[in-house]
């Protein structure tokens, strides 16, 4: 009594019941589709018994009959599903469907020595799949508890069929064992399919800035690593270049922070904009500050993409108070290499040495560290914060 009470608890307090399965409008399609694809797999499945087995031995036609009306139910609805009704039910009905063919079917063909039993297995996996742990466990209940009654009460011999039907029931068993294996093979590579499908889609989002849209500093990480191992290959230039909104603070005093939120995200689709495609990449740095990452981009390129960065930054025409000419800016620093021989921190801070020199010197500004006195990189190192 306590291990079951354990169990349940242990089901209670599952992360799967936290909430539905399907709580969006995509996730319902989603799983309608699931629900229309297992309907026509267990029609054909179930039409592909009824049509083979009299070919291996003989059986009365009865079981036939039953099975091309079996089979017929679930492309009725499988047409259903594919004409888009019940969409919010689909996955009840189909198991609904399913358990209440099956229970007279075992019932007839000897109850727990019945040659569906590789059918029930399977069961709590496609509930599990169409509707998530509430309904799997409810289907596994009801199975244990028939069969458990049957056993009770001394039927697990009970059988309508003849002695010398017994070539059939071993070809039905045979034919629905391999039917199993393979519906049992499509829900698993379904599962998998969905499981990575969703880890790829948790990645993104933890890679993604939720205000921009565009990548955050973890998704930056994976580029930088990413285009760092091909400039090191190739030997073809890469431009790490920082971006910081000139007194956006002031902005957001004299706006509001709803307006500041909209500037940010302005300017980050108008950097978007402007990069390539496929080559180039945008993310947010933090606060006010975006990263771009330029592949084969030499220092004279870097500066005029920068130059083309600012244009546009100061074409949004975003004031900083209303009726006011002042608009907002940016300043750009970058470093650019063709070693890949440095690692993502010191293109950062060779970038980053650049930015915050074009801050102290007026600001809306491209500024290339390379062509700043080695002293003021010495100065930078020892106190990257001095000029902020």
Request: proline letters at 3%; one cysteine or more.
């Amino acid at each position: 009594m306590n291990l079951l009470s354990s169990i349940m608890t242990t089901y209670r307090d599952s992360i799967i019941f936290e909430s539905q399965p399907y709580s969006t409008v995509a996730d319902v399609a989603k799983a309608h589709q699931i629900a229309r694809r297992v309907a026509l797999v267990v029609g054909l499945c179930i039409l592909s018994v009824s049509l083979i087995r009299p070919l291996m031995s003989s059986l009365p036609s009865f079981y036939v009959v039953v099975g091309v009306i079996s089979s017929t139910l679930f492309f009725a609805l499988w047409y259903q599903f594919r004409r888009g009704h019940w969409l919010n039910h689909s996955a009840l009905i189909l198991v609904g469907a399913g358990n209440l063919t099956l229970l007279p079917m075992v019932l007839l063909s000897g109850g727990v020595m019945t040659q569906f039993a590789p059918i029930i297995v399977i069961l709590p996996f496609i509930s599990m799949l169409l509707g998530g742990a509430r309904l799997a466990i409810a289907s596994t209940l009801l199975w244990s508890f028939f069969l458990i009654f049957l056993y009770s009460i001394g039927m697990n011999d009970f059988d309508l069929s003849q002695d010398d039907w017994a070539p059939g029931k071993l070809a039905s068993r045979t034919i629905w064992l391999v039917l199993s294996s393979v519906v049992a093979l499509t829900l698993a590579i379904q599962q998998e399919t969905r499981s990575r499908l969703l880890q790829k889609e948790l990645i993104k989002l933890a890679q993604i800035d939720p205000l921009t849209g565009i990548n955050n500093r973890r998704g930056l990480e994976d580029i930088l690593e990413r285009e760092i191992t091909l400039s090191s290959r190739t030997h073809h230039w890469l431009t790490v270049m920082i971006i910081d909104v000139d007194f956006f603070k002031r902005y957001n005093d004299s706006n509001g922070h709803s307006q500041g939120d909209l500037a940010l995200v302005q300017i980050a689709q108008a950097l978007l904009t402007s990069a390539r495609k496929e080559q180039d990449s945008v993310a947010r740095f933090g606060g006010e500050e975006f990263v771009v990452v330029l592949r084969n981009t030499d220092r004279a390129a870097a500066r005029r993409v920068a130059e083309k960065f600012r244009a546009q930054i100061r074409a949004l025409n975003l004031n900083y108070k209303a009726g006011d000419a002042e608009v907002l800016t940016i300043t750009c620093g970058f470093y650019s290499v063709n070693s890949g021989a440095e690692s993502q921190e010191q293109l950062i801070e060779k970038a980053d040495q650049a930015l915050y020199f074009g801050k102290a010197n007026g600001r809306d500004q491209v500024v290339d560290v390379q062509d700043l006195a080695p002293a003021y990189q010495t100065m930078s190192q020892s106190d990257p914060g001095f000029c902020r």
